[in-house]
Structure formats: structure tokens, C-alpha cells
């Protein structure tokens, strides 16, 4: 879905007035499903989701602790549910036979760096992970998702666009209400810079949570971009983001295209930016989630910008997987 404008603006615009009825019951109803209790899980589970629809770094921010995890020597395993997949799973991602349509587009994403299972059913994919090799279970979204207890849960926020106008779904982008969602968030991972991700960031350290600062750094081919005529397209959360980033790396960017996060790319739609960016001299590029979902005959002719994200404290983050681990080792078990 795109996300609408007024979800930025002010709580008091007219649309937002309109759906705050709605947004108040989805709100509460979202809250109390979020409250229930959840399966004890076969390993560690650390959740790494946000607090609003829509993107907020939540995969490149799991790619980074499954990185970590592995550097402390454990076994990771990503969990995701495989939005905008129509395999319901559990299933082991296999890159060489699915495909965006089958798990989604972030699961091939995840799998390019760790086994990765797609399950709609999060603690049958979560036994799945245990049984196929992992020691720890990355789960990336479900934060709202009550089904799998987490050990750690982090709540990644986008400091560009913070909680919008901080109502819930449909008034705003919120998926529970903020203050119903805290007691379910163990640490806040703040990506970028802005004073709307800084707003949140206050509230978090409010209430005694730790806040972590990272940012998406493009891979070292963005250097070759400057000067360069681009076209750019993307259909994730946040396409701005997209664009700035490749401005920032120097590129003249001849025109900007959005698309609906999770866009399913057809042939027309490659065929009609082909021939757009033929007529202005450009290249095409777009981010590797959306690389994932073009159609096999435009792979090869549009160029893809990778970021990685980095923290700037690592070793904090490092020390609080650390803890979590040996806690779980720690766990008395449930009696049968």
C-alpha cells in the first residue's frame, strides 16, 4: 500500500478526524490481541519490528544482528511471515525455487545471508528453524504479533518520519496505540537523523529503554555514482529515502518513481521506465528489495543500489545479545 499523505501531517487534519473512530477501535483491538500471552520458543527469539506500518529499516537492521549473533557464535535463523508471498508455511526458503510471489520479497532477501524460514504460524516456523540448524531465531516483524514469545524485542524507527501524526491505522500509521506498544519493547533502534525520529526517541528514554542510533550506508559501488544521470525507482516503504541516499552519493537524478511498497513489477512497468529513461538519457536503478520482484527479463538491466546498516555503538548492542543468549541457557522450563 502507498501511504497517504495526511499520516504526516497534523492529528487534527480533517481526514484524520474523520478516521479516528475507526483508528481507536482497530487501536484497542490491536492492543489487546498484542497483550496475549505467547509460545515459550526452542531457542532464543530476538524480534526486530516497528511501531508503525509501512518501512522503517526493520530488514537491514535484522540483517545486522543476525551478523552480530554470528560473531558471538551462534547459529541465526530468520523468521518472517513472507508479506505479500501466498505460501502460508512453514517453509525453508530456497532462493534457486521460490520466488517473490511464493515468500515475499524480503525472505529472499534474508536468505542471501542466513537460512531463512517463511511461516504465517510464527512458533511452527520457529521449531522449523531449530530442527533445520538454528540456535537463535531472528524473527523480522511481528512485533505486534503475540503468537512466539521474544526474548529481546527491538522497535526500529525511521527518524525521517518517526510515528507520523501518531494516531492508529487508519487515522495514522501506527499499528497499536504508542503507549500500549512500550511494555512490549525491550530496546529502540533509531536509524538516520531527524527531529521526528528524535521526538520518539525522548518518549523511549522515558520510560528507561536503551536507544540505539544506526545508519543505512550504501555499499562501496555508490561511489561510482557520482555525476551519473539516474533514474531511479522503488516501491518500498519510504521511497525518499531511496532517492536522497543516491543524491547524497552525488548522482544527477533525472526524474524520481514511486511505486506502492511491495509493488509486484510487471513487464509493462519495466517496459514504460526503459523507455523513459532511454529518452532522457539515464539509468535505471532501484533497491535490492525491489531487484527481487522484477520480472527475470529485465535482470541484467537495471542497476541496484545495497546498503548495510551499521550502529554506532556495536559493542552495546553486542553486550545486550550477549545477555539475552546466556539468559535463555539460564531458563527454568515450563513444566508440562
Not at 11 to 30: D, E, N
Not at 302 to 320: G, I, N, P, Q, Y
Request: net charge positive; hydrophobic share 45%.
Amino acid at each position: 500500500m502507498r501511504a497517504p499523505a495526511f499520516w504526516e501531517a497534523s492529528p487534527s487534519h480533517p481526514a484524520a478526524r474523520l478516521l479516528s473512530p475507526l483508528g481507536s477501535f482497530y487501536g484497542l483491538f490491536t492492543a489487546a490481541r498484542m497483550d496475549r500471552p505467547g509460545a515459550t520458543g526452542p531457542c532464543p527469539v530476538i524480534c526486530v519490528g516497528n511501531l508503525t506500518l509501512g518501512g522503517a529499516g526493520k530488514t537491514p537492521t535484522a540483517l545486522a544482528i543476525a551478523a552480530m549473533l554470528r560473531g558471538l557464535g551462534a547459529a541465526p535463523a530468520f523468521l518472517t511471515r513472507g508479506y505479500g508471498g501466498r505460501l502460508p508455511g512453514p517453509v525453508l526458503v530456497d532462493a534457486g525455487r521460490h520466488d517473490a510471489a511464493e515468500i515475499g520479497d524480503e525472505a529472499l532477501l534474508l536468505t542471501r545471508e542466513a537460512m531463512t524460514v517463511v511461516a504465517r504460524d510464527r512458533p511452527a516456523g520457529a521449531r522449523l528453524c531449530v530442527v533445520s540448524g538454528a540456535s537463535v531465531v531472528v524473527m523480522d516483524d511481528g512485533l505486534q504479533n503475540p503468537s512466539l514469545m521474544k526474548d529481546l524485542a527491538l522497535a526500529v524507527v525511521d527518524a525521517g518520519a518517526g510515528i507520523g501524526n501518531g494516531l492508529p491505522f487508519p487515522a495514522g500509521p501506527l499499528r497499536v496505540p504508542l503507549d500500549r506498544q512500550w511494555r512490549h519493547v525491550d530496546a529502540m533502534v533509531l536509524v538516520g537523523e531527524g527531529s521526528a525520529g528524535e521526538a520518539v526517541a525522548d518518549l523511549a528514554a522515558a520510560r528507561g529503554l536503551p536507544i540505539f542510533r544506526a545508519r543505512l550506508v550504501p555499499h562501496h559501488s555508490a561511489r561510482e555514482l557520482a555525476g551519473r544521470c539516474l533514474l531511479p525507482f522503488a516501491g518500498i516503504g519510504r521511497p525518499s529515502k531511496f532517492f536522497a541516499t543516491l543524491r547524497e552519493a552525488g548522482a544527477e537524478l533525472s526524474g524520481e518513481r514511486s511505486f506502492p511498497d511491495h509493488h509486484p513489477y510487471r513487464d509493462s512497468d519495466l517496459t514504460s521506465l526503459v523507455a523513459e529513461a532511454r529518452k532522457l538519457g539515464a539509468d535505471l536503478i532501484t533497491t535490492q528489495k525491489d531487484a527481487v520482484r522484477l520480472p527475470k527479463s529485465f535482470v541484467g538491466r537495471v542497476e541496484t543500489l545495497a546498503v548495510s546498516l551499521r550502529f554506532a555503538d556495536e559493542v552495546a548492542v553486542m553486550a545486550l545479545l550477549r545477555t539475552k543468549l546466556l539468559a535463555f541457557g539460564r531458563r527454568v522450563p515450563r513444566s508440562s
